[in-house]
């Protein structure tokens, strides 16, 4: 088919779209989350309480102005643009035209976005509606659902259980695998990722490669409960009860047992609404900079502020160890480097459980916390006794970066630290500067100075026997 004849078969399907989308328009103009205010159905004072509270606050100065309407109906003309080109795209796609994926993929982001303005009731309603209409294929269907289950941190109480289930209840495995393979797919087109990258890409590859085996496998889930609270539903004289959940029930699940201790953390330092608990403790090392900061003096000091904790809260964290058949998977969220699973409790089997050391928390959280590094400013240890370190300066207003051989460095830094660990008054910003500048390495070409790739870490850790020593040398952090 040359190039003319393609362009007419193009234009007689979107003819065939929109004659098949137009008696659909009313509804979808309704169905708008702005439509209560864009009608003028619904007070500005009413519509705004259909705002999540986070959105809500951030506004707030503007409310009864007499200019968040305006916003608020051109919002509405754009929803309405935005979610008729999303089915016309997605029946597009279904007729063999695949040049427009990423225009149903803004179309779809757009939604997600404004939708995700909003309270948990409002969200619920949408996408209850929109689902009950069938116009979107199953995987963006299931996209739109557990985004705004992810991006939601209002879903305590009975409208978030609603939202909970309408958005992993009959989830189908294909749809799962073939969400994955789309993610996978995108991940790989990144030719140079930083660690968080790499780290996303592999942890997707890994939950897919369980879900086409076939074979049940285990997945872990981190929390706390209260000192004579019980993990398990039932002893084993009580049959099926035993392998059933009690406390710390949830839909979160991971098969990295490093993120499940990380929630174990989050449990015994954040309070349910997120904002931080008022338990917390200096620690020797808080004198030192970045630059001087081992990764063993963060354990350190996690260690004790999570030993801390959990004796002020009067709590045990769990790390318990399920087990789970494929089919029973109901979501992935792979994008924030978590290798996060959702599944309802009721699919899973409760293999065994352990009281968390404080050690063993500190450790994973450090370890989880090294899977989500962009960029140097996600770094928050940059000193080690062997390979090769890193210190950071502000000059003229701009920060810089040195690499330089920890054996060149180690001697004089370290009588720094100590100074610093003792308590001395020490100008460490010029001496290290200095001391770093007289050693500076360049990097290989092939390794960007800036940004945390797998490459670079192997870099820094292997000490490579030829090392192109430049004095001075020093690079400038992203304005």
């Known amino acids: 088919m040359n190039r003319k004849q393609l362009q007419k078969l193009k234009k007689s399907i979107y003819e065939k779209i929109n004659i098949e989308v137009l008696p659909l328009e009313d509804s979808l103009i309704k169905l708008s989350p702005f439509y209560p205010i864009a009608s003028g159905s619904e007070a500005e004072g009413d519509f705004f309480k259909r705002f999540n509270t986070l959105f809500a606050n951030s506004i707030q100065k503007y409310k009864n102005k007499g200019v968040l309407k305006d916003f608020w109906i051109k919002d509405h003309k754009q929803y309405v643009n935005y979610i008729i080109t999303l089915i016309k795209t997605e029946r597009a796609i279904e007729y063999g035209i695949d040049d427009i994926e990423g225009r149903r993929n803004e179309a779809l982001e757009y939604i997600n976005r404004k939708l995700c303005c909003f309270n948990t009731e409002v969200r619920y309603e949408f996408l209850k509606e929109l689902q009950q209409m069938e116009l979107l294929t199953k995987i963006s269907m299931t996209r739109l659902k557990h985004t705004n289950y992810y991006q939601n941190e209002e879903l305590k109480g009975e409208a978030g259980l609603k939202l909970s289930k309408l958005c992993f209840e009959n989830v189908e495995y294909g749809t ?40 049940p496998f285990y997945v872990y889930r981190g929390f706390v409960v209260d000192e004579n609270e019980y993990v398990r539903a039932g002893k ?52 030192l900079p970045d630059s001087l900061t081992t990764r063993q003096d963060r354990i350190d000091k996690d260690r004790d502020l999570i030993s801390m904790r959990r004796n002020a809260l009067k709590k045990k964290p769990i790390l318990c160890k399920f087990l789970v058949e494929p089919e029973q998977i109901a979501g992935t969220h792979t994008k924030r480097s978590e290798a996060e699973l959702n599944i309802l409790p009721e699919d899973l089997k409760v293999i065994d459980y352990k009281i968390a050391t404080s050690i063993e928390i500190a450790e994973a959280l450090n370890n989880y916390t090294t899977k989500s590094w962009d960029d140097l400013n996600d770094v928050p240890y940059l000193y080690r006794a062997n390979g090769v370190v890193i210190t950071a300066f502000i000059e003229n207003g701009r920060k810089y970066y040195v690499y330089a051989d920890a054996d060149d460095v180690n001697e004089k830094a370290n009588a720094i630290r100590n100074k610093m660990l003792n308590g001395e008054i ?49 690079y400038l952090a992203a304005n």
């Open 236 to 287: 084993k004289v009580d049959g099926d009860d035993y392998y059933k959940q009690n406390a710390g029930i949830g839909i979160s699940y991971s098969i990295d047992r490093d993120v499940a201790l990380y929630f174990c953390y989050y449990g015994l330092s954040f309070n349910e609404d997120g904002t931080d608990n008022e338990y917390t403790k200096s620690h020797i090392t808080d004198r």
């Open 426 to 474: 020490v100008d460490w910003h010029t001496e290290m500067k200095n001391i770093y500048l007289d050693n500076a390495l360049q990097l290989p070409k092939d390794i960007e100075p800036l940004k945390t790739t797998p490459r670079w870490l192997e870099w820094l850790m292997r000490k490579p026997e030829r090392m192109l020593r430049s004095k001075g040398q020093k």
């Open 176 to 215: 799962i695998v073939d969400m994955l393979d789309e993610d996978i797919e995108k991940f790989s087109k990144v030719s140079d990722p930083t660690i968080k990258e790499h780290f996303t890409r592999t942890d997707a590859e890994k939950i897919r490669e369980l879900l086409i085996a076939g074979k």
